[in-house]
């Protein structure tokens, strides 16, 4: 199976500060790739250098066979991306907001309006085109997102929290959608998630990153049968700490409380 991402001793700092710590990972064409860790780990950090918005400091990456820093218009044409933050014009119709995209991207016009009307279809907005953005609940705005990120078509797709504060119905129809998408067009998905649950019943792989470095690697299942746990979140707890991020526990510390709590079992 091919490598869609390769990240290789990947280093970002800010002044002294490593907020990327020689971290290396792979992630496989088709695959459902769940990049996991506290606040303020370095995930974004990465995202936002393997998606060329970032320069690394030193390392190497390679994003659908392409470096993020020397190529990238190809990185950009190989991928969609829904950030963290809303990213949609307000004062644009659904309808508008998708067709802007195809024009950036290039998409020719027959296209554009095809795939349009096919995707606000799949996310069920497609009665609600012509409504302007600012008046959508904000599960619409990320379904209108997940639709613009796909409609020029990438191999690879990166969902910063793509379902923060969500109800979950609209979680489910999301999640639902993209399974779907990655089985029938396996297109690779990257994403991020603070909920747990989500993170074990969709990934194929997880990457857990704290304090700039991974920490752990492997299926759901291999993760929880490393730390013992019964759930992907105590396994997270017990591979990053107790600690609240402004009072972070160094390596030591986790590995001691990680110890105590095999020992127990």
Do not use: C
């Amino acid at each position: 199976m091919s490598e869609m991402i390769e990240v290789h001793d990947l280093v970002k700092k800010f002044g002294d500060f490593y907020a990327v710590d020689h971290v290396s990972f792979e992630v496989s064409a088709g695959e459902i790739f769940g990049f996991l860790g506290p606040n303020g780990a370095g995930k974004t950090t990465i995202i936002k250098m393997l998606t060329t918005i970032l320069k690394p400091t030193s390392g190497s990456i390679l994003v659908d066979g392409h470096d993020p820093v020397r190529d990238q218009r190809q990185v950009r044409s190989s991928i969609g991306i829904v950030f963290q933050d809303p990213s949609l014009d307000g004062d644009m119709t659904a309808l508008e907001n998708l067709q802007l995209h195809g024009v950036l991207y290039g998409v020719s016009a027959d296209d554009r309006k095809n795939r349009t009307e096919k995707l606000l279809k799949l996310v069920q907005l497609w009665d609600r085109r012509k409504d302007f953005v600012k008046n959508f609940s904000g599960g619409m705005k990320r379904r209108l997102e997940i639709a613009r990120a796909l409609l020029h078509e990438p191999k690879i797709i990166f969902l910063d929290e793509p379902t923060l504060g969500l109800d979950p119905q609209t979680r489910n129809l999301i999640w639902n959608y993209i399974r779907t998408l990655n089985s029938n067009k396996n297109i690779t998905v990257f994403f991020t998630t603070h909920y747990m649950e989500e993170a074990d019943r969709v990934a194929d792989e997880i990457a857990i990153i704290d304090q700039g470095k991974i920490v752990a690697h492997g299926a759901p299942n291999t993760l929880k049968e490393l730390t013992h746990s019964e759930s992907l979140e105590d396994a997270f707890i017990l591979l990053t700490g107790y600690a609240i991020r402004a009072e972070e526990a160094s390596t030591s510390d986790r590995m001691r409380t990680l110890g105590k709590v095999w020992g127990r079992r």
